[in-house]
């Protein structure tokens, strides 16, 4: 294996061609080997050249985010780093019933167990983002979803102000570059009878990661710029974008939001599904309304979803 890493190391990129004449293997054999490595850790830049191993990507280090962010946030005051974990989600929830305070996020190089909404299995390989803000928000039980939407809000911003990705929210928990999944977001809470006692914000971000081949429906943010980018920056960026979007929702409600996310919602105006868990609902994406409910022009007139799947017909 070192024989290819010392090819990879060069300053231009090298095909999977030259690659094969080199070391005398198959092309299959080369695609193997590239996936073995970063299955491994490697971080490897990839274009219609070729490939060239990132030997100065960037490793994540906490206190780089601390020292890139422009004041204190409410949502980030103690950083959790793991090189390798089940679940960023399990041990916020572990912490927060243990009654950590708001502003605890928990970060993971590589999880082995990760989940996404409905307990689906979310692949977790090193290089991507993954991460669990620990949040204790003044709301109603029933308005938890919207912090998914928020969340997706924030994102979005980021991806396109900050890296120049055109990216669009997809109702009600991810973003997508085309028709492709760049990240998703999960919201499992703990409340009582006066309200959230927390909520736990899990993102998952693909980056520098190997997407495996059946995800055909997924895309990784290092394929779209064509460089690796450097986590902790990406992430003190989202944190002092959603600390802003946050209390401004905490202070005057999500209304002022809608016009924003319907803006960049994937799919407006085109024939979708709706699966609910109970039902299944066809229509037209007409967006979400002022309290983040999504509305579906179906034959028999309009109607408004709370929750649920969505997916293009």
Known sequence: MHHIVKLLLGKKYISGNEIGGILGISADAVHKMIKSLINNGFIIDSSSKGYRLAKNAPVFNKEDVFSSLPRDLSVCKKIF????????????????????????????????????????????AAGGLWFSMLLKPKILPEKAPLLALLTGIALNRILRRGYGVKTKVKWPNDILFGYKKLAGIIIEMCAGQN????????????????????????????????????????????????????????????????????????????????????????????????????????????EEILSGTLRRI
């Open 81 to 124: 780093h793991f090189k390798k974990i089940d679940s960023t989600q399990i041990k916020l929830k572990n912490l927060a019933e243990n009654g950590k305070p708001e502003g605890i996020i928990v970060i993971a190089d590589e999880q082995r167990a990760a989940y996404g909404r409905m307990r689906r299995p979310w692949s977790s």
């Open 195 to 302: 309200g959230i006692n927390w909520a736990a914000a899990g993102i998952g971000i693909n980056m520098d990661n190997f997407l495996p081949e059946d995800l055909n429906d997924a895309v990784s943010l290092n394929s779209i710029l064509g460089k690796s980018t450097d986590r902790a920056k990406f992430l003190a960026l989202f944190l002092t974008e959603f600390d802003i979007i946050y209390k401004e929702f905490q202070n005057a409600g999500f209304k002022k939001f809608a016009g924003e996310y319907n803006k960049n919602t994937a799919f407006m105006k085109e024939n979708v599904i709706i699966d609910n868990g109970f039902d299944i609902i066809k229509g037209v994406n007409k967006g979400i309304n002022e309290e983040g409910n999504l509305i579906i022009k179906t034959k028999n007139g309009f």
